[in-house]
T-cell receptor
Framework: EAQVTQNPRYLITVTGKKLTVTCSQN?????MSWYRQDPGLGLRQIYY???????DKGDVPEGYKVSRKEKRNFPLILESPSPNQTSLYFC?????????????FGNGTRLTVT | SQELEQSPQSLIVQEGKNLTINCTSS?????LYWYKQKYGEGLIFLMM?????EEKSHEKITAKLDEKKQQSSLHITASQPSHAGIYLC?????????????FGTGTKLQVIP
């Protein structure tokens, strides 16, 4: 089944403790992206990647890192999480000519930073 | 300000009623997507529109992209409780010389049986 898989679904952590949220897609998509969703602010893009080893900042990149060493994986790294990073996070992917094909989303990771 | 404005922000309708949700951009849209989200869950792709004047339907949901490609509407006919959720429009916009995908803040729909 074609899908985007995020792990974990839920994560509670403390301020400053490094964490990684994994994202994997099995559709051979070039484009991958991370979003965070907050009430009243909608979905905001954190980072995106057009292909392997190519990543770029989205609208809210501060406090986050990403890497794209393999086509299928696009982990999101929080080196020193803070409470304002408590949010619902989504990973998404899209095929070549991504503006001509829809984004496929994972099921989300709900992160709480205390 | 939001690059994509959705209206209304929330909507409560009686089962069987029709409803319309709008998505407006101040920039030309290169592609417009509609998604549905159950609270706290992932986004389910509904439809994608690319050409001005384009209209697509899936079951009781119809989406249109206006001729100038700056506004889209999502229309649900004879709403059912299964239509409840958050509807998000996403668009490919030209920003600073490159295309990026951005989303509206969503419209929360409740359908009362």
């Amino acid at each position: 089944e074609a899908q985007v898989t995020q792990n974990p679904r839920y994560l509670i952590t403390v301020t400053g403790k490094k964490l990684t949220v994994t994202c994997s897609q099995n559709m051979n998509h070039e484009y991958m992206s991370w979003y965070r969703q907050d009430p009243g602010l909608g979905l905001r893009q954190i980072y995106y990647s057009m292909n392997v080893e190519v990543t770029d900042k989205g609208d809210v990149p501060e406090g986050y890192k990403v890497s794209r060493k393999e086509k299928r994986n696009f982990p999101l790294i929080l080196e020193s999480p803070s409470p304002n990073q408590t949010s619902l996070y989504f990973c998404a992917s899209s095929g070549q000519g991504w503006f001509n094909s829809p984004l496929h989303f994972g099921n989300g990771t709900r992160l709480t930073v205390t | 300000s939001q690059e994509l404005e959705q209206s209304p922000q929330s909507l409560i309708v009686q089962e069987g009623k029709n409803l319309t949700i709008n998505c407006t951009s101040s920039k030309t849209l290169y592609g417009l997507y509609w998604y549905k989200q159950k609270y706290g869950e992932g986004l389910i792709f509904l439809m994608m529109l690319q050409k001005g004047g384009e209209e697509k339907s899936h079951e009781k949901i119809t989406a249109k992209l206006d001729e100038k490609k700056q506004q889209s509407s999502l229309h649900i006919t004879a709403s059912q409780p299964s239509h409840a959720g958050i509807y998000l429009c996403g668009a490919v916009l030209n920003s600073g010389g490159y295309q990026k995908v951005t989303f509206g803040t969503g419209t929360k729909l409740q359908v009362i049986p």
